[in-house]
Structure formats: structure tokens, C-alpha cells
């Protein structure tokens, strides 16, 4: 098929415009950006494309590649709406660039086809394949390289495609890939292996039966001179620890040895694929009996990783002390994830290791690419996402993602939580070397290295704590901001002991608190950030620890609001809604209130209801209102009647896709619930005069989960404080809870069953009609394998109220379900919910003793968790203790009760006498 542009001054028209797409003016570009857009509504504007790509040789290789990835965009969004002869054209056209002279040329024209492929199937181009295939054997590398890169393309994009095809094209693929291992060009070497690696997680059934003939020509490539086809062997050897690594474990001591130099490798990008290794490795069972013998030579390759290169200084702007003043630029202010309330009982906290070396306000030069070639980097490295930001190609912030010295950290960490302490006899003297060397960007990595044992090596480091704490409290008055900033991370890993050592709080807390507060006002935005991270991690170690010095933490927080700029903002709000969740009631006092609201408020008045930064103030304001209890009466209408319509808007107003954006509706609701908590039944005049419980009735069928999840919290919380309102929708919220007992959303089944229970205690036996269909529900989750330990305890609750009001519909499955309620139960705190659940199942035993008779060192065992239970509880437990007593006879009694463990047998005897 042959075309030519019908008119020459069209062709040189398009071409104008694609030179002056290149011009540094953004004004300009925008402007011609609008033009090309123009040009699409002409038929024929992507044949120009393609034949500007593929026939002007004489035009600047920028050009034509820009040409290219213009089309690549325009068949990304309307291929299906080609001509038929266009899209003909195009196919065979894109093909012929692949021998093109230009590297550039070779890759847009792989982008082109693949983006063809992932628009349809393989199928719909049946000569594809086989053209690639041919190719390979062309005695022009150009060509053989440049089939390559498509097929590497396709490989990435359509694995499952090639793996389904049913004329299963990888049995002929996969040998010749294989076969190009050993070829004479590095490039070519290079994409073979990237071509196979792309099966090797799935498991493809071409490859395993070629594992052997895969594994031989693979270890031949291991000292490759090319950086990339060592990088490529890396990644292959770390993917088959995932799925095969019974097939490395005859050469697990050479392949330990080559990672253990390539993780040194001069080239950074080949050294973050072997230290992959080690994070792969680790999570594997024979980690330690394999790795042992190797710890005194990995251990200092990953400390030595774990410092900043002289580039990470320069794009992290490291000697810079003061930027506080410099514009966040938008790039650097990432997507933020609301949290959405769950109801638990208990939640286990655990500390990741954040090494985000986030860029606040790069202005580090990028290479002079030109725009095609960056836009082309940014469609190899990230082609499937156009609009992750986070990406590897986002130019000057490629230090602030994924590096080596993150995941040599994150390595430390994982392996230090495998072999404990006994890397400390080999840490403690590199560690002694890194943190007291001249070069800060060496003492900097061993702060690094020491927040990143912390977990893993907890208890060996105990005797030297007092002094590493001491050593790391002086650091954060270091000069150099990127030593204080990773110092309040290194801290905050250590913020347990620090919080728990209360023999020595003047020698550590007091100072730790006063000099984070001081970091918190840094003058360098990076420092900003760690510094109030690092503190709202104390504040939930150390709770009501921090209510003496409230004063002090509020005027700082509060300063931080005229300091802080739009990112750092997102962190000082979780730092107050996280000292609200922490201190609790303690924040209600007056002169705190005046405090701490009025910024609060400002921000919330500034905000437009489409405003994405509405989400994080949200958040904050529902801790506070849950902390300020009536405190915040003065501040809530407005802030409910907001709320009210943010929900409206919502649930009436369609996106620009088509579907709302629910965000907003779901930190309203979550707002809502704190108000709820925190006003009890002061909120019912602002309840009965909105709209709420007909618009919670929309919320609660919505298909995203989260929205179920805070529509049920909310729910619950609303039947607590005012249930005159609830209780007139009973008969629409019961079925719709009930349909809910679904384990898979595990929050939204959390929500529903707390939910439940609570509408359960204010109902009483009206619940009778649901209980059955309820019960089997709980029952299954009670006994299912793995379910979280927060679901465990709402669902033993609330089948515990369940039996409290209607014992007689209950009691009858107490011996399915006994066991596990007493194990999930046993170690929540005294509290009132707690009291609801025992109550409930003391009236259900009474009622079926034999359900409980098989399991009754369960029930003793639960009953002695009690510290001090209520009187009329610590009634019925004894009733039943001496009954069963007196059932069982003395000598069955005595047969049963020597087998409690002691600490049982006395707190039963001291509490009981029995």
C-alpha cells in the first residue's frame, strides 16, 4: 500500500508545528498544542504522522520521533475510530521504522506497535509475530535490535496474549530469545533476556520447560561488559527466587557471590537489581541457613549502599539550609489517601521503614534531552500509566524514588528482623565508624543504618540505647538539613523505648519532644517534614505522656501553620489530628481551644467545597472533634452543615468521567462520625433538622466499599448518640447491615457488625426477626481462618450483645462458637462494650450449659481476664463458676482444673475462691 500526502503545503504545515512543539516558551507550546489537537479532526493528519516518522530522513530525528508518539497518543485514545485503510497504513508503516538508522526512530516505532497490539489482540494483526520473528535472523542489526525492542514492547504489555494465543507462539519465541543470549550486540543481548524475564513471574509454561536451557545461557551472561544486560541477568536471578528458586539452590553459593559484587556494581541501576536479592531472599525460608555464612561481607555492602551519592545531594539540594521560602512546586505535592474510619476494639501499629528522600523543591538542571527524548524515556519506563507522577521518569525527582541506597535500607531492615541480633557483633563497629565520620553524607547513612535495625535488633541494642539516644538528639541540631531530617526518622523508630524508659523521661522524652518541636519550625522544609512525621509517631507511643506539655506543642503546631507551605501542611495536619487521637479529652480546655482552632477554621473558610486539600483538614477536624467532646460545640454547625452538603453534592453531581469523586463524600462522612463521638447527643437538633439519615440511606448501598465502611461507622455512632433518629430506618439499614457480613472488605464487615451490635443494645429483642440470618454470618467469621484480630473482636461483641437480648435465640450455637469468642476476647481492655459481650454470654450459658461444657477452660480463662469486673458481672461469674463446679462433682472438677496453667488456677482462687 503506498500513500503520499496529497498536498505539500499541508505536510510542511504539520511539520512547523511539530518544530515549534519544541520551543522552550510554554506559551508557544500550549498554542501549538491546541493546533495539533485542531489537526485531528482531518482525516488524513495520522497518515502524515506515520509517514513523517517513516520517510522524511532528512528531517531532525526529534521531529520525527515527536510525530510518532503524537500518533502513539491519537491511537491510544481513538483507534478504533481509524479508517480502515489508515489503520492498514500505519501497521505497515510503523513496522518499517523498526530498521530505521535512529535509536530513537527504532523505539517510537516499538511504542507505535505495541500501543496497536494493546488496542485490540494479536489476533486482529495475524503477520505481526512472524514479521518480528523474521527479523531477528536480518543481517541488519538495526533491524534485529529494532524488532527487539517492539517484541521486548509487546512482551511487557501482552504477556497473558502471548501466553493464551492458541497458536501459543511462546514455544517458538522463548528458544529464540534464548538462542540471541550469546549474541555479538549488547543491545540485542540486552532485550532477549528482558523479553523471556517478563514470564517468569507468571509462570509461563514455554518457560518452564525451557528452565534448564534458560538457567545455562543465562549464568554465561553474568559478567557481561554491558551494564544493561548485567542488569537484566540480575533481574531474572531475583524473580526466580520468587518461583523457582529449587532451581538455583545447586548454584545459590555462586549466584550469592555475584550479587554480593554486583551489588557493588559501578553502575547504580545494575547494583539496585542485584540488591533486589537480598530483599527477595529474605523472604524466603532457607534466607538464614543460606545467607548465614555471608553476613560479615553483605551487611558492609549495604551499609556503604545506603549513602547519598553526589547527585542525590545536588537534585536533594542537601547543602541548601534555608528553603522554606521557595513555592512548593505542584509536581512535589503527591496524591494523599484519606483514611477512613474503621470501629476496632484494638489496632496493632507497626512501624515501616519510610525512606521516601522526598525533593521538595528541586531545580537541579534535567539532561538536555530533547522533548521527544524524554517523552520517549518517559513512555519506556512508565508506558502503561500516563498519569502516575510518581514514575521513574519524572525527570529531576528520579533520586526521590526507588534507589539503591532505599532498598539497601529496606534490606537491612528485612534482614535484621530474620537474624535479630546476631548482626550486631558485625553492625556495631561499622556503625561506630559511620556515625562519628567527618564525611556528614557517611554519618547520615549510619543514622540510616541505625533506624533501619531498630525493629530487628530492638533488644541487643538496649544497653546502648541511652547513649545512641542521647548521640541521636545532639544530631538534630546538625548543620546539615539532611542529617536532622533523617535523624527524626532514625528517633522515631526508637520512639517505643524512649516512651516506655519512664525512669529517665527528663534524660530523653523531655529533650526528644522540645528538640522535634524545634525541628518542626526548621528552617529547610525537608527537616519540616521529617521533624512532624517523626512526632506525631511519638504522640501515639506516648499518649497521655504528652498532656503536660500540651501548651507548648499547640504554640508550635499553631506557628508551623504560618510557616508551612501546601505539602508540609498535608503532614502538620495528621501531627494534630494524631495528638488529638492521643491526648483525647485532655484537649478540651479553653485556652487550647483558642488555640489551636482558629487556624483550623481559616483554612476551612479558604477551602472550596472542590478543594482536595479539604481531605487531610477533614480528617484532623474529626480527631478533634472527638477529642473536644462538647468543646467543640461552638465550631459545629458550620462544620456540619458543610459536611451535609458535600455528602449532597456528591451523591447528585457526576465527574468528568461520568462517575462521582467519592473522596469528598467519604472524609465527610468519617467528619460526621467524629462529630457524632464527640458531641453524643448534643448533635441531635443539627441531626433532626438535615437531611442525614435520607442521605446515609443512599450512602449505605453505594458499590465502593469505603463508602460503606464510613457509612456504617457513621451509622453505629449516630445509634449511640440519638437513636430516635436511627430507629424510624430500621427496617431500610438491618437487611442492608446484614448484607454487609462479608469478610472479603474486611472494614466494611468490621463497621457493619459494630453496627449491629450497637443497634442490638438499643432495640433489645426487637432485633429477634434478623438474629438468625445475623448469627450464621458471625459464626463463619468466627471460625474462618486468618480473620484480622479487630474483625475477631467487633464480631465476638457483638454475638456476645446478640445473646444479651435475645439469649434464647443464640444460646442454643454456643458450643459453635465459643471457643474463639473466649480467645478474642480475653485480651481486649475492661470497657463497657466488653461488659455488654460477657453479660450476654453468661445469660446464654446459664440457658445451655452443655454448649460450653467440652470448652470450659476457655470460659474460666476468659472470665479471669477480668481486672475488676462490674459488680453484677463479677456476679454472674461466680454463679457460674460453682455451679460447674457442682455439676462436674469434686473429682471430675479437680481432674479439669489440674490442667490450667498456674497463673490461671490463681487469679480463679484469689478472684473467686475457687
Given amino acids: 500500500m503506498s500513500w503520499q500526502p496529497a498536498q505539500a503545503d499541508d505536510l510542511q504545515q504539520i511539520l512547523s508545528l511539530l518544530r515549534q512543539s519544541q520551543s522552550p516558551d510554554t506559551q508557544i507550546q500550549r498554542q501549538v498544542q491546541a493546533q495539533l489537537e485542531s489537526l485531528n479532526q482531518y482525516p488524513d493528519f495520522n497518515k502524515y504522522l506515520v509517514y513523517i516518522l517513516t520517510k522524511l530522513f532528512d528531517e531532525q530525528e526529534a521531529t520525527r520521533s515527536l510525530a510518532g508518539l503524537i500518533l502513539k497518543n491519537n491511537a491510544k485514545s481513538h483507534y478504533e475510530k481509524f479508517p480502515d ?127 534448564d536451557l534458560f538457567l545455562e545461557n543465562l549464568f554465561q551472561l553474568a559478567n557481561d561488559t554491558d551494564s544493561d544486560v548485567r542488569k537484566h541477568v540480575c533481574r531474572a536471578l531475583v524473580m526466580l527466587v520468587e518461583v523457582r528458586i529449587e532451581r538455583l539452590l545447586p548454584h545459590m553459593q555462586q549466584i550469592i557471590e555475584y550479587m554480593l559484587l554486583t551489588s557493588q556494581d559501578t553502575d547504580d541501576t545494575v547494583a539496585l537489581e542485584a540488591c533486589e536479592f537480598w530483599l527477595m531472599i529474605a523472604d524466603q525460608a532457607i534466607c538464614r541457613d543460606i545467607l548465614q555464612p555471608y553476613l560479615d561481607k553483605l551487611l558492609p555492602v549495604l551499609c556503604k549502599n545506603m549513602k547519598y551519592s553526589e547527585m542525590d545531594v545536588i537534585i536533594l539540594q542537601g547543602d541548601i539550609d534555608e528553603d522554606e521560602h521557595i513555592p512548593d512546586r505542584i509536581e512535589d505535592i503527591r496524591p494523599r489517601f484519606h483514611r477512613t474510619r474503621s470501629r476496632q476494639h484494638a489496632q496493632n501499629i507497626s512501624d515501616d521503614i519510610n525512606l521516601i528522600d522526598t525533593n521538595n523543591n528541586s531545580t537541579a538542571a534535567t539532561p538536555p534531552n530533547s522533548q ?379 463497621n457493619a457488625i459494630w453496627a449491629i451490635g450497637e443497634i442490638a443494645i438499643q432495640i433489645g429483642a426487637e432485633i429477634q426477626p434478623f438474629v438468625s440470618i445475623i448469627l450464621e454470618s458471625l459464626i463463619l467469621i468466627i471460625n474462618r481462618h486468618n480473620t484480622p484480630k479487630t474483625l475477631l473482636e467487633n464480631t465476638s461483641i457483638t454475638i456476645g450483645r446478640l445473646g444479651l437480648v435475645c439469649p434464647n435465640d443464640v444460646s442454643s450455637q454456643l458450643a459453635r462458637f465459643i471457643r474463639p469468642w473466649c480467645i478474642a476476647l480475653r485480651n481486649i481492655r475492661d470497657n463497657e462494650e466488653k461488659d455488654s459481650a460477657f453479660r450476654g454470654i453468661c445469660n446464654m450459658i446459664v440457658l445451655n450449659p452443655l454448649g460450653v461444657t467440652n470448652e470450659f477452660i476457655y470460659v474460666c480463662d476468659a472470665i479471669a481476664s477480668w481486672e475488676k469486673p462490674p459488680m453484677e458481672l463479677y456476679t454472674k461469674f461466680r454463679d457460674i463458676l460453682y455451679t460447674f463446679k457442682q455439676e462436674f462433682g469434686d473429682e471430675q472438677w479437680k481432674q479439669l482444673t489440674d490442667r490450667f496453667p498456674l497463673p490461671l488456677k490463681q487469679r480463679l482462687q484469689a478472684h473467686y475462691g475457687i
Fill in 372 to 750: 521527544a527524548e524524554q517523552q520517549l524515556q518517559d513512555e519506556n519506563e512508565n508506558d502503561d500509566d500516563d498519569d502516575d507522577d510518581d514514575g521513574p521518569g519524572a525527570n529531576a525527582d528520579q533520586a526521590t524514588e526507588w534507589n539503591l541506597r532505599k532498598c539497601s535500607a529496606a534490606a537491612l531492615d528485612i534482614l535484621s528482623n530474620v537474624f535479630r541480633d546476631n548482626i550486631l557483633p558485625i553492625l556495631l563497629p561499622i556503625l561506630q565508624e559511620m556515625l562519628f565520620h567527618s564525611n556528614w553524607q557517611i554519618k547520615e547513612s549510619g543514622i540510616l543504618v541505625l533506624g533501619a535495625i531498630a525493629e530487628g535488633c530492638s533488644y541487643g541494642l538496649i544497653p546502648h540505647l541511652p547513649d545512641l539516644v542521647d548521640y541521636l538528639i545532639k544530631c538534630l541540631n546538625d548543620k546539615k538539613p539532611l542529617v536532622r531530617s533523617i535523624t527524626c526518622w532514625t528517633l522515631s523508630r526508637y520512639s517505643t523505648w524512649i516512651v516506655r524508659n519512664e525512669a529517665q523521661h527528663n534524660r530523653f522524652l523531655i529533650p526528644l519532644m522540645s528538640e522535634l518541636l524545634k525541628r518542626i519550625l526548621d528552617a529547610n522544609k525537608k527537616v519540616q517534614e521529617a521533624a512532624c512525621s517523626a512526632f506525631a509517631t511519638l504522640e501515639e507511643e506516648a499518649c497521655v505522656q504528652m498532656v503536660p506539655y500540651l501548651k507548648q506543642i499547640l504554640e508550635t503546631l499553631v506557628h508551623a501553620f504560618r510557616k508551612y507551605q501546601a505539602k508540609n501542611l498535608l503532614i502538620l495536619y495528621d501531627a494534630i489530628g494524631t495528638l488529638a487521637d492521643s491526648v483525647g479529652s485532655h484537649l478540651n480546655r479553653p485556652d487550647y481551644i483558642e488555640l489551636l482552632m482558629p487556624p483550623l477554621i481559616d483554612r476551612w473558610n479558604i477551602l472550596r467545597n472542590d478543594d482536595k486539600d479539604l481531605f487531610p483538614l477533614l480528617e484532623c477536624l474529626s480527631s478533634i472533634a472527638t477529642a473536644l467532646q462538647t468543646g467543640f460545640l461552638p465550631y459545629c454547625e458550620p462544620v456540619f452543615v458543610r459536611c451535609i452538603v458535600l455528602v449532597q453534592q456528591t451523591l447528585e453531581t457526576n465527574g468528568q468521567d461520568g462517575s462521582p469523586d467519592k473522596d469528598f463524600m467519604i472524609v465527610a462522612l468519617d467528619l460526621l462520625s467524629g462529630l457524632v463521638e464527640g458531641l453524643g447527643s448534643n448533635i441531635d437538633a443539627l441531626v433532626e433538622r438535615s437531611n442525614l439519615l435520607t442521605l446515609l440511606q443512599r450512602c449505605a448501598q453505594d458499590p465502593m466499599p469505603e463508602v460503606r465502611q464510613s457509612s456504617f461507622a457513621l451509622l453505629g455512632d449516630l445509634t449511640k448518640a440519638c437513636f430516635r433518629h436511627v430507629q424510624k430506618h430500621l427496617s431500610f439499614f438491618l437487611p442492608i447491615l446484614t448484607q454487609n457480613l462479608n469478610p472479603q472488605h474486611v472494614s466494611v464487615c468490621n
Fill in 85 to 211: 485503510e489508515a489503520r492498514a497504513y500505519i501497521k505497515q508503516e510503523c513496522l518499517s521504522a523498526l530498521g530505521d538508522r535512529s535509536p530513537l526512530i527504532r523505539a517510537t516505532g516499538g511504542i507505535l506497535i505495541t500501543t496497536i497490539v494493546t488496542k485490540g489482540s494479536l489476533e486482529q494483526w495475524p503477520t505481526l509475530l512472524e514479521h518480528l520473528y523474521s527479523c531477528l535472523d536480518s543481517p541488519d542489526v538495526n533491524l534485529c535490535e529494532g524488532a527487539f525492542g517492539a517484541l521486548q514492547k509487546i512482551c511487557e504489555d501482552s504477556a497473558d496474549q502471548l501466553e493464551n494465543a492458541p497458536s501459543q507462539p511462546l514455544n517458538v519465541l522463548i528458544p529464540k530469545f534464548i538462542q540471541f543470549f550469546r549474541h555479538s550486540h549488547a543491545k540485542v543481548r540486552s532485550h532477549a533476556i528482558a523479553c523471556v524475564n517478563e514470564f517468569i513471574t507468571p509462570r509461563a509454561t514455554a518457560l518452564m520447560s525451557n528452565i
